[in-house]
């Protein structure tokens, strides 16, 4: 008897189908039939990409004189190679770091005040049933972002003036008017407050945004654990949103050094240099008041150098620790 290495299938059972064979991938759509494509939307990136290009990209070849001698009128790129003379300059000078430590000092209080105030503010929004409420409450926070910052740093020197509104509610309470405007230890309140005023609201937009991803059986399961509202919000709101929260204070972490210009700019007076001259407005001052381009242009590559390094450092100790991070 004959046996037969191919087993029979039993009756009325049919054999199951041979795989097919595997499919060949496409082949990829080169870039140039893509343009053609869909050359609607490439048109889209066009402006924005002209914009970093010109004024981002291209001022780049300017730090070059950072390195050489430049004198208005002569060489777009300098006339003589002097190498780190200018860098050895503004180390070595003393009002260098005292703008430096300035510096330092604003943007740490902007990030310590400034980077949680619109977390809170958009958790205790998310807790508002009242839509008519929690509209009016938006719309007044979203306000100032709108306005420009001459407006807003005229509103700050007007209410804190000697003759302000502040001033008179002293004055009826029976303190002496303080010079706010004029008086060095009051810069720093000033400026973080009128960014606090000033950014707030907008900066709840994306908080807003990310809180409505969070899923709402989250949440069920949570109180069905017993947790009160202060748990739900430290163990599913706050996770929730943290990818959102990392991401924002890695930008500011990068900006960190680079305190508005304007707002110190519209607010700062000689009397308070001692604690609102700043490395932007330092830089203002040599360069264009003094013409002396070179110099200015070491302190801002300096500068951009120091916010590279927090940007890259606060990178990787995000991706390190949360597993979260720009790139």
Partial sequence: MSTSTKSA????????????????????????RALRRDWQLYSLAVLPLLFFLVFRYLPMLGNVIAFRRFEPGGSMFGEQWVGLRYVEMFLSDPTFWQVFRNTL????????????????????????????????????????????IVIVAGITLQILATDGPVNHVLGLLGHDEIRFIQEPEWFRTIYVGSEIWQTAGWGTILYLAALTTIDEDLYEAARIDGAGRWRQTWHVTLPGIRPTMITLLILNVGTFMAVGFEKVLLLYNPLTYQ?????????????VESNSFSYAAAIGLFEAVIGLVLITSANQL???TVGTSLW
């Fill in 105 to 148: 000092w604003l943007g740490g209080l902007t990030l310590v005040f400034c980077f949680p105030v619109p977390i809170v503010l958009a958790l205790l929004l998310n807790e508002v049933r009242r839509r008519a409420l929690k509209r009016f409450v938006q719309s007044v926070s979203y306000l100032p972002h709108f306005l420009s």
């Fill in 275 to 287: 604690t609102s001259d700043v490395i932007s407005t330092y830089v203002y001052r040599t360069g």
């Fill in 9 to 32: 299938s039993p009756p009325g059972v049919q054999d199951p189908p041979a795989p097919a064979p595997p499919r060949k991938l496409s082949a990829r759509v080169s870039w140039r």
């Fill in 318 to 320: 995000s991706r390190r």
